[in-house]
Nanobody, 121 residues
Framework: QVQLVESGGGLVQSGDSLTLACEFF????????MGWFRRQAPGKEREFLA?????????YYSDPVKGRFTISRDNSKNTVSLQMNSLKPEDTAVYYC?????????????WGQGTQVTVSS
């Protein structure tokens, strides 16, 4: 059974950087496109942020994070990361790792439990 475990969230100031990590357990990590999403408020839909193909050669970013966030993966360690730079208060959210992300639709089969990122002004 696939399990995703995020880490790295916390409280930072506007303009700071933070890196989130996600460990993948229980399946063939290299088979899956992986991604990151966030939910900015309870009841709000999860927002797609970034995806990376199983080879790592193809990536895609949503407009709000393009140029500031970088997704990467290490298939030898079954991990996917999200480097976040120039953080803004509006980046405050619960961030989720996603597995088996469908390219372009961004529908995802597996989800982590989420990690809170809070950006103070």
């Amino acid at each position: 059974q696939v399990q995703l475990v995020e880490s790295g969230g916390g409280l930072v100031q506007s303009g700071d950087s933070l890196t989130l990590a996600c460990e993948f357990f229980g399946g063939a990590f290299y088979d899956y496109t992986m991604g990151w999403f966030r939910r900015q408020a309870p009841g709000k839909e999860r927002e797609f942020l970034a995806a990376i193909s199983w080879t790592g050669r193809n990536t895609y970013y949503s407009d709000p994070v393009k140029g500031r966030f970088t997704i990467s993966r290490d298939n030898s360690k079954n991990t996917v990361s999200l480097q976040m730079n120039s953080l803004k208060p509006e980046d405050t959210a619960v961030y989720y790792c996603a597995g088996d992300v469908q390219w372009r639709s961004w529908e995802s089969h597996y989800w982590g439990q989420g990690t809170q990122v809070t950006v103070s002004s």
